[in-house]
């Protein structure tokens, strides 16, 4: 089993920031992918950013150049630096952890509970 805690979200403004982290424990050896996806009020759960193992990191067309995934395995902990915020970033965003199945095809068996993100003046 893999554990996942996420924490960081809150209320920023417009062109804000925030740096969201998901902590890891558990078999953190069966895991091969870990991503961040978010669901907004009304809308269905998105993919946001994901960071392999190896290979190459994937974001969504909306936050590229804004949004940054990184992890420190040393601390098994994963990252999402969010910059120049929007009001349609406010989702619940989710921390996941699985297995790559393919090109931009994952099984994420393990979710946090989610930490809210409103972005509002």
């Known amino acids: 089993q893999v554990q996942l805690v996420e924490s960081g979200g809150g209320l920023v403004q417009p062109g804000g920031s925030l740096r969201l982290s998901c902590a890891a424990s558990?078999?953190?050896?069966?895991?091969?992918?870990m991503g961040w996806y978010r669901q907004a009020p009304g809308k269905q759960r998105e993919l946001v950013a994901v960071?392999?193992?190896?290979?190459?990191?994937i974001y969504i067309d909306s936050v590229k150049g804004r949004f940054t995934i990184s992890r420190d395995n040393a601390k098994n902990t994963m990252y999402l630096q969010m910059n120049s915020l929007k009001p349609e970033d406010t989702a619940v965003y989710y921390c996941?952890?699985?297995?790559?199945?393919?090109?931009?095809?994952?099984?994420?068996?393990?979710w946090g509970k989610g930490t809210l993100v409103t972005v509002s003046s």
């Open positions: 558990g078999s953190i050896f069966s895991i091969n992918v």
């Open positions: 996941a952890a699985g297995w790559v199945l393919g090109p931009k095809r994952f099984d994420m068996a393990y």
């Open positions: 960071i392999p193992n190896s290979g190459s990191t």
